[in-house]
Every structure is written in C-alpha cells, then in structure tokens.
C-alpha cells in the first residue's frame, strides 16, 4: 500500500519523518528532478535552506550547502553525486555535512592560535567559531586554575577577554556583510557570557578545576580529534548538524539552570520539561542547548487533533535519524493520546538505557540513535 511504500522511504532516511505524507510524494514523484527537493531542504535539515549544484541547471553534482542567511559550507573536495533514489543521495548529504563540519572542526582548532582572532573567525563557518573559541576558552581557564596562582591567573585571563570583546565591538562599527555581522553578534553573546563566568570565578574565589562552580558550565574540549561538551558529570560528543548563521540566546542565570538540569536529564537517558508561563523562552532554551550542542532540533506544536498513531511515526522518526523533538504547549494532547504517549515514551527510554542500536516499536523493529532527546513545553491554565 501507499503507507507502506512511503514508510519504506523514512526508514531510509528517517528525516522524511519530518514531512507530511504530501510533501513526500512531490518529492517522490520528480525522483529525476533532484530541484525537486529544494523547497523541502528546510523541513529535513534546520541549517539548510538549499543546496547549491553549480552553475548547470541539470547538474547532478552537489557542491556546498546554503544556510537561510547565505552562509556556504562545501560538501568535501569532491562533489557529492545526487544520483539514484532520493532517499540514498539525501542520506550521503546528511553523512557529508558531518563528516565536512568534522574536518573543517580539526582545521579551525589548528589555525586558531595562529592567526589573529578577528581574521581567524572570518574564515570559518559560524557555528564552528562558537565551538572552536569555546574550547580555547575553557583550555584557557582550566591552564589558570591549575596554575600555582589560580586567582591571579583568572584575573590576568579576564583582561584577556576584555580585549577580546573590545577587538570585537571595533569590528562590529566596520564595514561587514549581513553574515558577518550575524556571526559576531552570536560570538559576541557567547563571550560576554565566557567573561561573566571568569569574573564570577574570581568572586567566588575558586581555585580549583573540580569545584562546582566551574563544573556546573558548558564546557567544550577538543579529544581524540572531536569535540566533547561537558557539564558536571553528562559528556556529549557534538553532533556536527550544520546550523548556519542563527542567533544565539543571551545566557542569564535561569539559562544556565535550565542547562544543568537538561543536560542531567539527557545524561540520565530522560526528557525535560520546562514550565512556565507563555513568552518567558522554554522552547527557545531547549532550541538554544540543541546549537550548543550540534544538533537537529524539531519544534512541533501541538493540538487537540492529533493521534497516537502520528506521535509513533514523529517518534520513530527522531530515534532513528537522532533529533531532539521540542513539543510545545504538551497539555494541549487529548488525555487518551497522552496515555499511549506516555507508553511510547517509556520504550524509548528503556531501549536509550539499555544501550540498545535496535529496538520494538509499534510493533516493528527500529534503528536507534543515542542521541535523540524528547523535550515538552507546558503553559500553565
């Protein structure tokens, strides 16, 4: 049956999940038009707004990936080739925007020290001058308090960082393009935060790299050639989802408790569930920890229309592409959908604690990506 012939196509590549059954068939119906896919890009990857093929209206090369503000980010020295069914070529895009940001990752850690700041972040994608200035940045304060001064070393370090922000701000009154500008304004919220946590260190005395002040950060390190996010005691490997040029929240006090307690939930294998009232960022918090982290975040809306039957496909589509979904206004479920939900739920949880790669859902056997996370939204009344 059709079902089954369009279930057949997710599983190949499980970011189909993400479209409706309409959207999947225009695509499926022009398999020979590989533009076809262009208006699509969105939906399956939230970085990619299309994907450049050259100058050749009919070339089946794949160059690059364009974000929605117009940053491109290269496939690899060779072109991707979009041949064959849509679902093999687009699962080749997916496995070569991780395996490009990877190498390109490697790449910015060793230019890094050898160039000046405000020319080394020009060269880079976006989301890896975050990334890559973070781990800088952490090595930084933990050489200090490991040192025989911590305090003295931390209060070198923050006149460090305030240059940095001044050579920052020099920047941002010069002549730049819209992605620049876009790109300084997230590095430039990422580092008035980093100064505020050196500066906080220093208030509260710490000495020491296993005090909870600083274990309680977001910490980035560069390991075995990858990079690794830690906060108190969950470890996370970055995903490498591309994410382009997007604006990052301004990091406040109840950001970084959130953080903690999301990151310690995910370390226990649970979901996270921010309450409060409407408007005060829950959903923006779980999507803003999703950039820090690398990966794909889905926001759905949820309404009293829908079934169990659509959160089972929703979900098996997050386990086996690896997603976070963010449910918004949860409550808004029918209670007789929620209970089912909450079954579906408890299997993939089981399945995440257990270490499993394949597991039963809705009655069939499923692939498994550890690192896909449920997160739901609530308002109160």
């Avoid at 007789?336 to 604690?353: F, G, M, P, R």
């Avoid at 499923?366 to 609530?378: D, E, N, Q, S, W």
């Amino acid at each position: 049956s059709l079902e089954e012939y369009l279930e057949a196509k997710r599983v190949a590549f499980p970011r189909f999940y993400f479209l409706s059954n309409d959207e999947l068939l225009e695509i499926l119906a022009q398999t020979k038009n590989v533009q076809a896919v262009q208006p699509h890009m969105g939906k399956c990857f939230d970085g990619i707004r299309r994907l450049d093929f050259g100058e050749d209206p009919k070339s089946t090369d794949i160059f690059a990936m364009v974000s929605g503000e117009g940053e491109r980010v290269g496939l690899g020295k060779n072109p991707l080739k979009a041949r064959g069914s849509v679902e093999q070529w687009l699962g080749a895009v997916e496995s070569g925007m991780a395996s490009s940001l990877r190498r390109l990752a490697k790449q910015a850690m060793a230019t890094y020290p050898e160039e000046p700041r405000t020319e080394w972040l020009l060269r880079q994608p976006a989301q890896l001058v975050l990334a890559v200035s973070q781990v800088y940045w952490v090595a930084a304060v933990e050489e200090a308090l490991r040192s025989g001064e911590p305090q003295q070393g931390l209060r070198d370090y923050f006149q460090v960082l305030v240059k940095q922000l001044a050579d920052l701000t020099r920047m941002v009154r010069g002549d730049l393009s819209n992605l620049e500008r876009r790109l300084l304004a997230a590095l430039i919220t990422i580092d008035v935060h980093s100064r505020d946590i050196v500066a906080s260190l220093v208030a509260k005395r710490t000495s020491n790299v296993s005090e909870f002040e600083w274990q309680m950060q977001l910490r980035y390190y560069f390991e075995e050639e990858d990079l690794i996010i830690r906060q108190v005691n969950a470890r996370f490997l970055y995903a490498y989802e591309y994410l382009g040029a997007q604006p990052r929240l301004v990091v406040t006090p109840m950001t970084d408790r959130c953080y903690l307690t999301l990151t310690g939930a995910l370390h226990l294998k649970l979901g996270g569930a921010p309450a409060g009232p409407a408007g005060t960022g829950k959903t923006e918090t779980t999507k803003d920890l999703g950039k820090a982290l690398g990966v794909n975040c889905v926001v759905f809306n949820c309404g009293d229309n829908l079934d169990y039957k659509f959160m089972g496909k929703f979900f098996s589509g997050l386990c086996q592409s690896g997603a976070w979904a963010c449910f918004d206004e949860f409550n808004r479920i029918d209670v007789e959908v929620l209970s089912v939900v909450a079954q579906q739920l408890l299997t993939i949880q089981n399945a995440l604690k257990a270490n499993l790669d394949k597991f039963w859902f809705e009655g069939r056997p499923i692939r498994l990506v550890p690192t896909c996370g449920v997160f739901i939204t609530m308002n109160p009344g």
